[in-house]
């Protein structure tokens, strides 16, 4: 029922810095968690940074505490993933999910994803 409309992907030299935004829309929406994830080639989808609605509650991944921000802006029902000092090995697909259960999951409802490259 939660549709995701993922952007702000692209590529960028290892230390630079990018935002995605993920907009929600639908009739019904009941979600309580916003989060991002991502998947390189050849790996599983991980978790990055996820936030509550209600509060604003956010968690991250280690690998990219002190580097990415999870914000939302409820008047647009959009969140965001302010990412800097980039790595190469931030390089993969992120996508944006929707979720009732707790921060960490379980997300049940994605966006396209967008790709996000990181050259050294």
């Known amino acids: 029922q939660v549709l995701l409309e993922e952007s702000g992907g692209g590529l960028v030299q290892a230390g630079g810095s990018l935002r995605l935004s993920c907009a929600a829309s639908g009739r019904t929406f009941s979600s309580y968690f916003m989060g991002w994830f991502r998947q390189a080639p050849g790996k599983e989808r991980e978790f990055v940074a996820a936030?509550?609605?209600?509060?604003?509650?956010?968690k991250y991944a280690d690998s990219v505490k002190g580097r990415f921000t999870i914000s939302r802006d409820n008047a647009k029902i959009t969140v965001y993933l302010q990412m800097n000092s980039l790595k190469p090995e931030d390089t993969a697909v992120y996508y944006c999910?929707?979720?009732?259960?707790?921060?960490?999951?379980?997300?049940?409802?994605w966006g396209q994803g967008t790709q996000v490259t990181v050259s050294s």
């Open positions: 999910g929707t979720g009732r259960v707790a921060l960490s999951g379980p997300y049940d409802s």
């Open positions: 936030i509550a609605w209600g509060g604003g509650t956010t």
